[in-house]
């Protein structure tokens, strides 16, 4: 059973920055591949689910477009460790954070949809205040 795990939400001001992490751990089965694409997710109150950010095993990343120059994913080489830094924030990025990963090798728009990721977090909180 593979396990998904965010850290890192929280408060801050509008402007200000924070840092959610995510670890996926465990096996999906004998084939499970060492290395998961990885993507974060957000849902704010009374709105859909929708995608932030991205990466696949070949380094390839998407960003939605509301987020692009302010926030950056990342993961730690051969790790499934996954970090999102979110600078300038907006009130508008208040939401619930969910980190996701996929045995599935996609790229391009595919990395935001939701319907490829098998594997989900709990969730964390992000609020931002003006």
């Known amino acids: 059973q593979v396990q998904v795990m965010e850290s890192g939400g929280g408060s801050a001001q509008v402007g200000g920055s924070l840092r959610l992490s995510c670890s996926a751990s465990?096996?999906?089965?004998?084939?499970?591949?060492?290395?998961?694409?990885m993507g974060w997710f957000r849902q704010a109150p009374g709105k859909d689910r929708e995608g932030v950010a991205a990466i696949n095993v070949r380094g390839e990343t998407n960003y939605a477009n509301s987020v692009k120059g302010r926030f950056t994913i990342s993961q730690d080489n051969g790790k499934n460790t996954l970090h999102l830094q979110m600078n300038n924030l907006e009130s508008d990025d208040t939401a619930t954070y969910y980190c996701?990963?996929?045995?599935?090798?996609?790229?391009?728009?595919?990395?935001?949809?939701?319907?490829?990721?098998?594997?989900w977090g709990q969730g964390t909180q992000v609020t931002v205040s003006s």
């Open positions: 996701a990963a996929t045995v599935r090798v996609l790229g391009g728009s595919w990395l935001l949809r939701e319907s490829i990721y098998e594997h």
């Open positions: 465990g096996s999906a089965g004998p084939h499970t591949p060492d290395r998961f694409s």
